[in-house]
């Protein structure tokens, strides 16, 4: 098991050898020494990101791997999913298109709802980074990790797409979702009410401010233009994180939904207790 854990640990810090080269050289081409000395200061934040990242990779990954099994299973023998012979006479290009469309649809809603009460807790954490660097696309509770990869994942398998289309969307959508988290000014000019530019996207992360809880996409701009929560009026200066007193490092992180569930129980426990004990205070409510 552990020497499972280890490999899988290990492919996939080589796997993010390339992107991370390639979007160093990409910083330095449009920052120049802009962009080392941002990089210096994220050291920190870059730090608590990867480290997400490793616990991701040893528990998070095999438990969501048992659950999509598990789901895909169900979906399965129950007839759930539209018929695969649906998409048989469409080439495979296009099948990745409508994965990768489609997908970006499911997770614009998926995360709009991450934004309400209930699951901000957990998602904050993506938030909470003050120096976005492509390696906060990294960056994310377990919780929030298995929420997203089981609604996305299962809403394209109910419509029936072949398995090489669904990971060619997890491939797009990972890396793509990578690279708008740079910091980079680029808006993609008239492009940009297609795609989300690294602008567009940087934000959707500012901390207080107009602007803020807008451009939830991934990949299609469309989709926060068709549901009015698109704002790009240039690239984006204004602070980022959030204004929940999360705290430092990944144990912070990590504990900052727990501290949350726990804060509300106390508090509503201690209202329910004391309208018990004076019951004309229901009245005042």
Not at 97 to 124: K, M, N, Q, S
Not at 196 to 224: C, K, Q, Y
């Amino acid at each position: 098991m552990f020497a499972e854990t280890w490999a899988a640990l290990a492919a996939a810090l080589t796997d993010l050898i390339w992107p991370a080269l390639g979007f160093a050289a990409l910083a330095l081409a449009v920052r120049g020494a802009t962009a080392l000395r941002t990089a210096r200061a994220a050291g920190g934040e870059v730090r608590t990101n990867l480290i997400l990242f490793v616990l991701d990779v040893a528990f998070v990954s095999p438990l969501l791997a048992l659950l999509l099994g598990a789901s895909g299973v169900l979906i399965q023998q129950n007839g759930w999913s539209l018929p695969t012979s649906l998409w048989a006479p469409l080439p495979t290009w296009a099948l990745i298109a409508i994965a990768v469309f489609v997908g970006d649809f499911v997770a614009y809603w998926r995360h709009r709802l991450e934004h309400t009460a209930a699951l901000w807790p957990t998602h904050a954490i993506h938030h909470s980074d003050t120096a976005m660097t492509w390696t906060t696309g990294l960056r994310f509770h377990p919780l929030n990790r298995l929420t997203t990869a089981l609604i996305d994942t299962t809403a394209l398998a109910l419509l029936g797409l072949p398995p090489a289309a669904l990971i060619a969307n997890n491939l797009v959508r990972h890396y793509y979702g990578l690279f708008i988290h740079m910091d980079l000014p680029w808006t993609y000019g008239p492009l940009g009410r297609v795609f989300v530019s690294p602008a567009m996207h940087r934000w959707h992360h500012i901390r207080d401010s107009e602007g803020a809880g807008v451009n939830f996409a991934t990949v299609f701009s469309l989709f926060d233009q068709a549901f009015r929560t698109y704002h790009t009026p240039g690239p984006c200066a204004a602070p980022l994180g959030v204004r929940d007193h999360i705290g430092h490092g990944a144990l912070a992180q990590l504990l900052w939904p727990v501290r949350v569930a726990l804060s509300y129980v106390l508090r509503h426990s201690g209202a329910t207790a004391g309208r018990t004990r004076n019951p004309g205070a229901n009245e005042a409510l």
